[in-house]
């Protein structure tokens, strides 16, 4: 069969078969199964166990469900708790700046968990009700939630990181770093959208009265609230940057602390341990069924010459190496509308990345541009999974609209701090030629 029909038809299958709703782990592995059979034939089979144990056998690999059990221990630690009363009382004066103190939190919750749903659940549960009580508006008490809890996958640790190293074969703790100084970058962005808009209409987000203020003993005293993350970020991105440790040994001493945490919290009791084992069981269940998946799409579309064809296609663009890396970005939004972050990663990485680098670009600054993008789709309607975290909480005369209508002025700011990085790559790359370790 000629292989531009062929992958016509293997493409149209997916997205026809992910568009009424069947799961994309599910429909990765269908029409792998009828490529094999009717196209390679049954023996084919063979690739997909050997490249699944190849995978599974990572040593990386190891250290995405250490720090999904750090997130999720983190998540009923308290942590959250003493951070937002940190914020609370030395920003809640300002105007928005219990909105900005929000976005800051999430900045320090994404340096110590790896996903986006921890800031998006501990925030929008504290935060939110706050805000809505002190007179803030609900645009503006809603949309610093889901886009904070964003940079999540980009300021390390990051779980997606650590896919896109796996499947790319790039060196994890380097794109831990690549995410430091564009991760801060977009925090500063989003308070600073938040400022300017509150400083001219203080109505959006008023500050607190002065008869409701903390004294200076109490800020002071708040900060101790500090002291836990700050330990969790030392621990684990100081060891990757020293070299001391690789991002799997990092994934083990970041779960070991984050029990260290909740047990200085008093709130490491059986109950909280098996909700954190549980989480991390069923999260990690979701990523290796769409592992399996990406596997056999991955092998099937390398066997039958479809990854060759399409790289080739979109090299052949005569739009020139930057046209042609804009076309991959805008692919990667496109389907952040609809596809789950780690389905894509899947399905466009084993493609995009031999076509970056046959255009003469890094490697490693694509693996962390094209993590970038995939992790703002977390954020873009209809299907930002950030949106649908936030709803779910059933926040009272909270609508999916609302959120939809909240998150819409930031989305430009995370596209600008994309665009910065391909304009500038040392933005990116700067800390992680810097490493001493792998």
Not at 52 to 61: R, S
Not at 168 to 174: D, N
Not at 213 to 222: M, T, V
Not at 357 to 372: H, N, P, Q, V, Y
Request: a neutral charge.
């Amino acid at each position: 069969m000629d292989i531009a029909l062929m992958t016509l038809i293997v493409w149209v299958g997916l997205l026809a078969l992910m568009a009424t709703g069947f799961p994309v782990a599910f429909s990765m592995l269908g029409i792998s199964a009828a490529g094999y059979v009717f196209f390679v034939g049954p023996q084919a089979f063979f690739s997909v166990f050997s490249g699944l144990y190849k995978i599974a056998t990572t040593d990386v690999f190891i250290a995405c469900p250490m720090f999904l059990f750090m997130a999720s221990l983190l998540q009923v630690s308290g942590m959250g708790n003493r951070l937002y009363a940190m914020m609370y009382q030395w920003m809640g004066g300002l105007r928005g700046g219990l909105a900005m103190g929000t976005v800051f939190i999430c900045t320090i919750i994404a340096a110590t968990t790896g996903l986006a749903g921890t800031g998006v659940i501990m925030m929008g549960l504290l935060a939110y009700p706050e805000m809505m009580k002190r007179g803030y508006n609900k645009d503006m008490a809603t949309g610093c939630i889901p886009v904070g809890g964003a940079l999540g996958p980009i300021i390390p640790p990051s779980v997606p990181m650590i896919l896109v190293g796996t499947w790319g074969g790039l060196s994890v703790g380097k794109l831990f770093m690549a995410g430091v100084f564009p991760g801060i970058l977009a925090s500063i962005f989003f308070m600073a959208y938040i400022a300017v808009r509150c400083y001219f209409n203080p109505n959006l987000g008023p500050g607190l009265p002065a008869s409701e203020r903390a004294p200076w003993n109490e800020k002071l005293k708040s900060l101790a609230g500090v002291l836990a993350p700050l330990f969790l970020i030392i621990l684990v991105l100081g060891g990757i940057y020293s070299g001391a440790c690789t991002a799997s040994e990092a994934g083990g001493i970041g779960a070991l602390g984050a029990m260290i945490v909740a047990a200085g919290y008093g709130n490491l009791t059986w109950k909280n341990l098996r909700s954190a084992m549980m989480t991390t069981v069923r999260v990690e269940g979701m990523i290796g069924f769409i592992t399996i998946g990406g596997v056999a799409f991955s092998q099937y579309c390398g066997i039958t010459g479809v990854t060759h064809f399409i790289s080739d296609l979109l090299a052949g663009l005569p739009s020139g190496p930057y046209g042609i890396l804009a076309v991959m970005m805008i692919i990667l939004l496109i389907l952040g509308m609809f596809i789950d972050s780690v389905a894509i990663i899947m399905i466009c990485l084993p493609v995009m990345l031999p076509t970056a680098t046959s255009l003469g670009f890094d490697a490693l600054w694509f693996g962390f541009i094209f993590t970038l993008a995939v992790v703002i789709g977390m954020i873009t309607p209809p299907f930002g999974y950030n949106l649908f975290y936030m709803q779910a909480l059933g926040l009272e005369d909270l609508t999916i609209k609302d959120i939809y209508r909240a998150v819409i002025p930031y989305i430009p700011l995370f596209i600008l701090v994309l665009f910065l990085c391909i304009v500038f790559p040392e933005l990116a790359m700067y800390l992680p030629n810097k490493m001493l370790g792998k």
